[in-house]
């Protein structure tokens, strides 16, 4: 086990330095911050003396290799838009990002899961097929379009609910939440609609599918024959065993709720990681982008090698299987 | 009795409440200040809260004219030297009193290399004190605009940025935070009491400042200012629609309709000191990205005007801007001192003409040519450049668009790397000379020549003009830029389109100015 999650470490490593020469390559494509950073008025002087003062003037191997020798120790500069640690700007953002993916995978989770089990029991019900004509709406939408509908519906006509923003936060330590004020809480509801919903109808269809294939083996017969209630059989039997397809994807999901939650908060406004990525880009503000980049690589990482290690709880085989490759 | 005074005091105690409330202004654009520091980003972004915080020694009044600030009078002592008699009794929002050592300061501090203001005092030698109360501004030529010049210069406090160690404006190769990133202690009509980057920048009232006593600002009620940046376009018109915010700057253009019909909505719109124009690569023998080989098509003015005669401007301000833009036949608009009516004249739209021009230029079948474009800068940039290229291509001159952001796209035609570009050029001194040194003097090495003119056009006579307009003032100025004016009608260095118009949308009870440099002024505005 301990052996596993060192290999799997070291496995992260190369990953993880294909990932930052990747973004880092690209940037030569997102223009040129100095242009920006000098704005309307400068001299053939002052912008030679930007270049070498952002050490842009270096070869790219020098450059790239200073800013992996900078990231191993946390060192990602200053944002050039910002003038601030790169560091100290995503730690910020960061609370806000996660709060928001939290809510959508807890929404996703919370209502897919049930809906998947339903529509998988009863498939020709009204309601079943009433939530799969729902559930190809949250697939075939777009993200942003989805959010402007929100929007629109509830707090330009009905004015129940804030159009963006993050409402009023309280200071816990470097954390900042909005779960304790209740401007904070109805903020949340629009952008984690808009950002669980794909999941939500993925992971639906995706328990649907598992459940009927499950129902129709042999063990869920052996278990009806041995006359055990429809819960046990449904929940402790059949569901237990669609499992392992639902966390690899609903692991893989949260890694792209994060990273990808970018057009959710650009829509709503959400002081966020990918509002601030999404601003960098304009700017081709460096510093942040491959630092942003560099965090969602290890963010995949990372969950990654914990659904690998959700498998081992969810799943005796593969546990045997490893104890035998050992003998 | 009792009862009546509890009642009165009732409604007092409600309407103090009420009227508190109303008297926030909370405000919203696409973009936020990147700083707080007042000297090191010169973007429209950055001003546009910053002049709430700072004032300048010359203030600007609702028509943008010049009008006393921390300095209540001026004058040019001696050609070279510009004197200013400060103002008295004025303290900056934590206390420190306002003086000359303080002026000393900021217009060396405006001097640095990594100040983005440079602009403002390109001319100024040093700034010496004469008196506690009076300053010698001793400029290197006899600058006949450096008032207006001064106009954008932020003061701050000498005592106060020693003390927090911020007396260079930035520093790229500091690893550290500077203090004024986030911090501003200023003599204006706000004071910064919250700011968090990105979020939200809360301003207060000062209430000590010494403009509120001046006539503009008798009826200016606003006790606090909530800016709070939202980038989505449709998002920002959703959050004025539903009334969470009171003001947004820079309303979408398709939504102005929308908008002016919805009730409590009002839209105010005026003309912007910008102009939007097409420029050609009028140097390189052969151009970059063209079919034609061996010359260089845009040097014939032949061909110039049949570009500029094949557009059809008034279909680009009908159906592109909707109505949103004045045509135009120069390039700066009539705010900006030295415009002449006269010389606003555009070439009449005439396809046939630009035909014929074509033809007898030496390109019959035409030819063709990319032109680069914004595509997020100007109002509707990439839209212009697809009517353009369609124009274009209608008489021939097959014309791909290459649009892009602007990050992509200035660093491209800063390289020179373009034939034929789009640009939209501000006047922050309200001087003809900025527009002309920038855009069309020929790129000689000087501080801020030719900075901006990509197609390296090149005219001796019109460089020997722009030299009359650094150090002459008077009739011999004022002739020399309609000289100029003259050669740019007649030469086509560039091919004029429009001035932006700029929208204000706004709920119907707050009530400010509408500014041609796109700057709200608080000090000025009403909510009720």
Request: with cysteine; net charge neutral.
């Given at each position: 086990?301990?052996?596993?999650?060192?290999?799997?470490?070291?496995?992260?490593?190369?990953?993880?330095?294909?990932v930052?020469?990747?973004?880092f390559a690209m940037?030569?494509?997102v223009?040129?911050?100095?242009a920006?950073?000098?704005?309307?008025d400068?001299?053939?002087?002052q912008r030679?003396?930007?270049?070498?003062?952002?050490?842009?003037?270096q070869?790219f191997?020098?450059q790239?290799a200073?800013?992996?020798?900078?990231?191993v120790?946390?060192?990602?500069?200053?944002?050039?838009r910002?003038?601030?640690?790169?560091a100290?700007?995503?730690?910020?953002?960061?609370?806000?990002t996660?709060?928001l993916?939290?809510c959508?995978?807890?929404?996703s989770?919370?209502?897919?899961v049930?809906m998947?089990?339903y529509?998988?029991l009863?498939?020709?019900?009204w309601?079943?097929?009433f939530?799969?004509?729902?559930?190809?709406?949250?697939?075939?939408?777009?993200?942003?379009?989805?959010?402007?509908?929100?929007i629109?519906?509830?707090?330009?006509w009905?004015?129940?609910?804030p159009?963006?923003?993050?409402?009023?936060?309280?200071?816990?330590?470097?954390?900042?939440?909005g779960?304790?004020?209740?401007s904070?809480?109805k903020?949340?509801?629009l952008?984690?609609?808009?950002l669980g919903?794909?999941q939500?109808?993925l992971?639906?269809?995706?328990?649907r599918a598992?459940m009927?294939?499950?129902?129709?083996?042999?063990?869920?017969?052996?278990?009806?024959?041995?006359g055990?209630p429809?819960?046990?059989v449904?929940?402790?039997?059949a569901?237990?065993?669609?499992?392992?397809p639902?966390?690899?994807?609903?692991?893989l999901?949260?890694g792209?709720?994060i990273?990808?939650?970018?057009?959710t908060?650009?829509?709503?406004?959400?002081?966020?990681?990918?509002?601030l990525?999404?601003?960098?880009?304009?700017v081709?503000d460096i510093?942040v982008?491959?630092?942003?980049?560099?965090l969602?690589?290890?963010?995949?990482?990372?969950?990654?090698?914990i659904?690998?290690?959700l498998?081992?709880a969810?799943?005796?085989?593969?546990?045997i299987?490893?104890?035998k490759?050992?003998? | 009795?009792r009862k009546?005074l509890?009642?009165?005091?009732?409604?007092m105690?409600l309407?103090?409440?009420?009227?508190?409330?109303?008297?926030t202004?909370?405000?919203?654009a696409?973009?936020?200040?990147?700083?707080?520091?007042?000297?090191?980003q010169?973007v429209g972004?950055?001003?546009?809260?910053?002049?709430?915080?700072?004032?300048?020694?010359?203030?600007?009044n609702?028509d943008?004219g010049?009008?006393?600030?921390?300095?209540t009078?001026?004058?040019?002592?001696?050609?070279?030297?510009?004197?200013?008699?400060?103002?008295?009794?004025v303290?900056?929002?934590?206390g420190?009193?306002?003086a000359?050592e303080?002026?000393v300061?900021?217009?060396?501090?405006a001097?640095?290399?990594?100040?983005n203001?440079?602009?403002y005092v390109?001319?100024?030698?040093?700034?010496?004190q004469?008196?506690?109360?009076?300053?010698?501004?001793i400029?290197?030529?006899?600058?006949?605009?450096l008032?207006?010049?001064?106009?954008?210069?932020m003061?701050?406090s000498?005592s106060w940025?020693?003390a927090?160690?911020?007396t260079?404006?930035?520093n790229?190769r500091?690893?550290e935070?500077?203090?004024t990133?986030?911090n501003?202690?200023?003599?204006g009509a706000?004071?910064?009491?919250?700011?968090?980057?990105?979020?939200?920048t809360?301003?207060?009232r000062?209430?000590?400042?010494?403009?509120?006593?001046?006539?503009?600002?008798r009826?200016?009620?606003?006790?606090?200012?909530?800016?709070r940046?939202?980038?989505s376009d449709?998002t920002?018109?959703?959050?004025l629609l539903?009334g969470e915010?009171d003001f947004v700057?820079?309303p979408?253009?398709?939504?102005?309709n929308?908008?002016?019909?919805?009730?409590?909505?009002?839209?105010t719109e005026?003309?912007e000191?910008?102009?939007?124009?097409?420029?050609?690569?009028?140097y390189?023998?052969?151009l970059?990205?063209?079919?034609v080989?061996?010359?260089n098509?845009?040097?014939?003015l032949r061909?110039?005007?049949?570009?500029?005669?094949?557009?059809d401007?008034?279909a680009?301000?009908?159906t592109v801007?909707?109505?949103?833009?004045?045509?135009?036949?120069?390039?700066?608009p009539?705010?900006?001192n030295?415009?002449?009516?006269?010389e606003?004249?555009?070439?009449?739209y005439?396809q046939?003409?630009?035909?014929?021009?074509?033809?007898?230029?030496?390109y019959?079948?035409?030819?063709?040519?990319?032109l680069?474009?914004?595509?997020?800068r100007?109002?509707?940039?990439?839209q212009?450049?697809?009517?353009?290229?369609a124009?274009?291509?209608?008489?021939?001159?097959?014309t791909r668009?290459n649009?892009?952001p602007?990050?992509?796209?200035?660093?491209?035609?800063?390289?020179d790397?373009?034939?034929?570009?789009?640009?939209?050029?501000g006047?922050?001194?309200l001087?003809?000379?900025?527009?002309?040194?920038?855009?069309?003097?020929s790129?000689?090495g000087?501080?801020?020549n030719g900075i901006?003119?990509?197609?390296?056009?090149?005219?001796a006579?019109?460089?020997?003009?722009?030299?009359?307009?650094?150090?002459?003032s008077g009739?011999?100025?004022?002739a020399?830029?309609?000289e100029?004016l003259?050669?740019?009608r007649?030469?086509?260095?560039?091919?004029?389109?429009?001035?932006?118009m700029?929208?204000?949308?706004?709920r119907?009870?707050?009530?400010i100015p509408h500014?041609?440099?796109n700057?709200?002024?608080?000090r000025w505005?009403?909510m009720?």
């Open positions: 086990m301990f052996a596993f999650v060192i290999s799997r470490i070291l496995q992260a490593i190369p990953v993880l330095l294909t930052s020469l990747i973004s940037f030569a494509y223009g040129d911050p100095v920006i950073m000098l704005g309307q400068f001299t053939e002087a030679d003396a930007l270049v070498r003062d952002l050490g842009l003037d070869p191997w020098v790239f200073e800013f992996v020798g900078n990231a120790q946390g060192q990602f500069g200053l944002s050039y910002l003038s601030r640690p790169v100290e700007l995503i730690a910020e953002r960061a609370p806000a996660l709060e993916a939290f959508a995978a807890v929404l989770l919370a209502i897919g049930p998947g089990v529509t998988g009863y498939r020709n019900s309601l079943s097929r939530f799969l004509t729902f559930s190809l709406v949250g697939v075939s939408l777009p993200t942003f379009l989805i959010g402007i509908l929100l629109l519906v509830f707090a330009v009905l004015g129940w609910l159009s963006f923003g993050r409402g009023d936060t309280v200071q816990i330590g470097w954390w900042s939440t779960f304790l004020t209740w904070g809480i903020a949340l509801i952008p984690s609609i808009t919903l794909f939500l109808t992971i639906m269809r995706l328990v598992e009927m294939e499950v129902l129709r083996s042999d063990y869920i017969k052996f278990a009806r024959a041995r055990l429809n819960r046990v449904h929940f402790g039997h569901l237990k065993n669609t499992l392992v639902v966390i690899t994807i609903v692991g999901q949260l792209a709720i990273a990808f939650a970018i057009v908060e650009t829509v709503f406004q959400w002081p966020g990681m990918g509002l990525f999404i601003q960098s880009v304009g081709a510093p982008m491959s630092a942003y980049l560099l969602i690589a290890v963010v995949f990482v990372t969950i990654n090698l659904v690998d290690l498998y081992y969810v799943d005796p085989r593969l546990r299987g490893r104890g490759g050992g003998h | 009795m009546l509890m009642a009165a005091a009732l409604a105690g309407c103090a409440g009420w009227a508190a409330e109303a008297q202004v909370r405000w919203s696409s973009g936020d200040p990147n700083t707080m520091d007042p000297h090191s010169n972004t950055v001003t546009m809260v910053l002049q709430q915080i700072y004032d300048t020694l010359i203030a600007r609702q943008l010049l009008a006393p600030g921390l300095a009078r001026w004058e040019q002592v001696e050609p070279t030297r510009w004197r200013f008699w400060l103002r008295d009794g303290t900056f929002h934590e420190q009193a306002f000359a303080d002026v300061f900021s217009v060396t501090r001097q640095q290399p990594t100040s203001y440079a602009i390109d001319t100024i030698d040093r700034a010496v004469v008196e506690p109360l009076v300053v010698d501004v400029t290197t030529v006899a600058d006949p605009i008032p207006n010049k001064i106009a954008s210069l003061i701050m000498r940025s020693e927090h160690n911020a260079r404006p930035q790229t500091a690893r935070e500077m203090f990133t986030r501003a202690n200023g003599t706000f004071r910064l009491q919250t700011r968090e980057p990105d979020v939200r809360v301003l207060v000062n209430r000590d400042w010494w403009g509120w006593r001046e006539p503009a600002s009826e200016a009620n606003i006790q606090e200012i909530i800016y940046p939202i980038s449709a920002r018109v959703a959050a539903s915010v700057l820079d979408p253009l398709q939504d102005l929308r908008l002016r019909a919805a009730p409590n909505i009002k839209v005026g003309p000191v910008r102009t939007i124009f097409l420029a050609m690569d009028v390189r023998d052969e970059l990205y063209s079919d080989r061996g010359r098509p845009f040097k014939d061909v110039r005007q049949a570009l500029y005669q094949a557009i401007i008034q680009i301000h009908r801007m909707r109505g949103q833009s004045v045509v135009t036949g120069t390039f700066f009539p705010q900006v030295g415009y002449s009516q006269e606003d004249v555009r070439l009449p005439d046939a003409r630009a035909r014929q021009l074509l033809a007898e230029a030496g019959p079948n035409g030819f063709e040519v990319t680069d474009c914004p595509n997020n100007y109002i509707n940039d990439e212009i450049c697809q009517a353009v290229a124009m274009w291509t209608r008489v021939g001159v097959r668009l649009a892009m602007l990050a992509p796209f200035f660093a491209k035609i800063q390289r790397d373009t034939s034929v570009y789009l640009l939209g050029w006047v922050p001194t001087d003809a000379l900025y527009s002309f040194q920038s855009l069309l003097r790129r000689d000087g501080q801020g901006w003119n990509y197609g390296r056009y090149s005219n006579r019109m460089d020997e003009l722009i030299g009359i307009m650094v150090n002459q009739a011999p100025r004022d020399a830029i309609r100029a003259r050669i740019y007649e030469d086509i260095p560039h091919i004029p389109l429009h001035h932006q700029i929208p204000w949308a706004m119907a009870n707050f009530t500014m041609a440099n700057q709200p002024y608080f505005a009403r009720n």
